[in-house]
Each structure stands twice: as C-alpha cells, then as structure tokens.
C-alpha cells in the first residue's frame, strides 16, 4: 500500500520489497509460502482510490493461483502470468491456458505457461504478447508480482532466465509508460537475489 501511494502521489514507479511472497494467497486459504496476496490488496486498494481499471502482470516462475482466483469473475482486472507449465510445476490445479474467467470476468485472464527449461528468447516472446494484452485493456495502474526464481540458478524452480535478462525484461515492461507497482515475490537462490532485483529494477530507470 506504501509503494501505491507513492505512485498515486506522482511516482511512475514503486517496488515493495515483500517478504514473503503472496500471490498464492486467496480471500481464504493460504498456500505457496504465501499468507497476504500482496499484488491484490494492492488492486483494492487502487480501485478504492480511483482507479476503474488495473491489469496484474505476474512474472514469477509459479503461477499467481491466488490472485486469478481473486479477480477471476471481475472485468475491472486483467489478470495475466507468465509461468511454468502447472502439468509439471506447483500450483498443479491452476494457471492452464484455457482459464480465461468466469461471469462478467470471462476474457479478463490470461495464462502463458512456459516448459521447464524455457531462455530468455522464448519467455520475450511471449512477454511481448502479454504486454500486447495489457495495452489493448488500457488500464490506470499496472501492478508487477516480480519473482526472481525464474533464474537459471533457482534451487526449486527450473526456467533459464540470467541476469542481464531482468533488466530487458523490466525495460519492455517499463516501455508501456504506466503507473507501476512491482511486489515482490519469489526467488530463492539468495546469493544471487539481490544481483537480480537490482538487474529488474535497472530496466525501469
């Protein structure tokens, strides 16, 4: 709530460094190591300040089980992740791609799973499409559930992404010029987290 206050107060960019992670959080079960789902108390907190539309961009290795579950019947959220694979990787029961929303949310989610092994290449190619979505909804804020386990080095997580790829990664998320709060959330090779949210947070400067 810290970070959206800064950007409602002119800030074009807030990074909430939060421990632990949330996005596997619901209304009312925790899971995942998560027990508040960060990213969205962060949507109800901007809608209730004026905001009539937000998009969720979860860029952690695991997808956001908890936050689609959240908005999954609400038009005002586009919720989008890119992920693993949930046939190989938890959460298992969530993030397939033909989970697209229900109700008046039908449309308004979008899951990208990736294979296990998946480089910077691919995983560009298809941020680039989540991005595309993400415009063509125009929303007033933008909100960033970061993990930075989709590193090559991550102890339990199993895509490629190095380093120097966070900061490309942020850059083409930062080129949409939106409102933008990032959350932190997974990453667990620690001797390298802080060379990898410095990489992301670069590509926003």
Same mark, same amino acid.
């Given at each position: 709530?810290? *970070?959206?206050?800064? !950007?409602?107060? +002119?800030?074009?960019? $807030? ?6 992670p949330?996005h596997?959080a619901?209304?009312? #079960?925790?899971?995942?190591y &998560?027990y508040l789902?960060?990213? @969205? %108390?962060?949507?109800?907190?901007a809608?209730? *300040?004026?905001a009539s539309? %937000?998009?969720v961009?979860? !860029?952690d #290795?695991h997808?956001g089980?908890?936050t689609q ?5 609400r038009?005002?959220v586009l919720t989008v &992740?890119?992920?693993?694979? /949930?046939?190989?990787?938890y /959460?298992?029961y969530? +993030? ?9 949310g039908k449309?308004a989610?979008l899951?990208l799973p990736?294979?296990r +092994?998946t480089?910077w290449p691919? #995983?560009? $190619?298809v941020l *680039?499409g @989540?991005?595309?979505? !993400?415009?063509?909804?125009a929303p007033d804020v ?5 993990g930075a386990?989709?590193?090559?080095g991550?102890p339990?997580?199993?895509?490629e %992404?190095e380093? $120097?790829d #966070?900061t490309a990664m942020a850059a083409?998320?930062a080129?949409?010029a939106? /409102? ?5 959330e997974g990453?667990? @090779?620690?001797d390298a987290?802080?060379a990898n949210?410095?990489?992301f947070?670069? +590509?926003?400067?």
């Amino acid at each position: 709530m810290t *970070a959206h206050a800064h !950007v409602l107060t +002119g800030a074009r960019h $807030a990074f909430a460094f939060c421990r632990p992670p949330g996005h596997h959080a619901g209304r009312d #079960y925790m899971g995942g190591y &998560s027990y508040l789902n960060n990213a @969205a %108390i962060c949507v109800e907190r901007a809608l209730s *300040a004026g905001a009539s539309r %937000i998009a969720v961009l979860d !860029v952690d #290795y695991h997808h956001g089980n908890g936050t689609q579950d959240v908005f999954y019947e609400r038009s005002e959220v586009l919720t989008v &992740s890119l992920h693993a694979d /949930p046939v190989m990787d938890y /959460p298992f029961y969530w +993030g397939h791609a033909d989970e697209a929303g229900l109700g008046q949310g039908k449309g308004a989610n979008l899951n990208l799973p990736m294979p296990r +092994g998946t480089k910077w290449p691919t #995983y560009r $190619a298809v941020l *680039a499409g @989540a991005l595309e979505r !993400v415009v063509n909804f125009a929303p007033d804020v933008l909100i960033v559930p970061y993990g930075a386990d989709t590193y090559a080095g991550d102890p339990i997580s199993y895509f490629e %992404i190095e380093t $120097a790829d #966070y900061t490309a990664m942020a850059a083409m998320i930062a080129a949409l010029a939106l /409102p933008t709060v990032i959350c932190m959330e997974g990453g667990y @090779a620690i001797d390298a987290l802080g060379a990898n949210v410095a990489a992301f947070l670069r +590509g926003f400067e």
